[in-house]
């Protein structure tokens, strides 16, 4: 089951990377009267996009986690309960901000119920 929410965080993270990049960041950028930090508005422009991917980077990092505690070890209940709330809050920011139409919070909490699940009967 841990393999499968590993899995689940590459999916997630790829689809917000692609997705994102296609319907909100290409079309955000388009606009000219975005903030201007440090005198123009290219370090807003390259934030905005640096910050958009690096969720997805945390998303793979959580489902690296996730495929290496499958071994076991001493950490294990330690990093599967992290995961655990860590998607669980995500997801409910998630279902809270969108009112439930941005659908990431059904992948964020089938994440965070594998991993609790997993934490508590290990």
Do not use: Q
Not at 12 to 21: D, F, Q
Not at 70 to 84: E, F, K, N, P, R
Request: aromatic content about 14%; overall charge positive; glycine content about 10%.
């Amino acid at each position: 089951m841990l393999k499968l929410a590993s899995v689940l965080c590459f999916f997630i993270g790829l689809a917000h990377s692609m997705l994102g990049e296609k319907y909100i960041l290409v079309r955000l950028l388009r606009f000219e009267k975005l903030p201007r930090l440090s005198g123009n508005d290219h370090f807003t422009r390259h934030t905005l996009r640096f910050a958009w991917h690096l969720t997805t980077v945390a998303w793979w990092g959580f489902g690296v986690l996730l495929w290496t505690v499958t071994g076991g070890g001493d950490m294990m209940h330690v990093v599967l309960l992290t995961s655990g709330t860590v998607f669980l809050i995500s997801g409910l920011l998630s279902f809270v901000f969108t009112r439930g139409r941005h659908l990431s919070w059904i992948v964020f909490w089938a994440i965070a119920a594998i991993s609790l699940a997993a934490a508590l009967a290990g």
